[in-house]
């Protein structure tokens, strides 16, 4: 299952380089309305490069997923984002595939759950 916000990028962060095979980049977005809200979120591996194009103050959609685990009774969430583009445009220059990632055996996804029938009985 994937999501998607759109807000001001207000904060770019330097790719760090969390071991020798993995990187992670994490930005933050500005929603906008009444209680505005700084969200962070997530870029992995290949996908460090997606933010490079944005500058802070620039208005940005963001198409992510969620990602939770649980590390010594601790319970960790992340804004896993997979694709970037320039807010108001069907389909910006720079943007990752139009399919969101595969889901790794790490973290299990809604798209790893069968879907629901279409016929069922119930009212919601």
């Not at 207000?10 to 929603?31: N, P, Y």
């Not at 870029?43 to 208005?59: H, I, N, S, T, W």
Request: aromatic share 12%.
């Amino acid at each position: 299952m994937s999501f998607e916000v759109e807000g001001k990028l207000h904060k770019k962060f330097d790719t760090e380089s969390k071991t020798e095979t993995f990187q992670a980049r994490d930005f933050v977005v500005e929603t906008e309305g009444n209680y505005p809200q700084l969200v962070k979120f997530q870029l992995v591996q290949d996908r460090c490069a997606l933010l490079d194009p944005f500058e802070e103050g620039q208005m940005i959609k963001v198409h992510f997923d969620l990602r939770g685990r649980e590390w010594n009774g601790k319970y960790f969430t992340n804004l896993n984002a997979w694709r970037l583009e320039q807010a108001g445009q069907a389909q910006a220059a720079p943007t990752a595939s139009a399919t969101p990632p595969a889901s790794d055996d790490t973290f299990p996804s809604a798209d790893d759950e069968p879907a629901a029938e279409a016929d069922d009985d119930l009212p919601f």
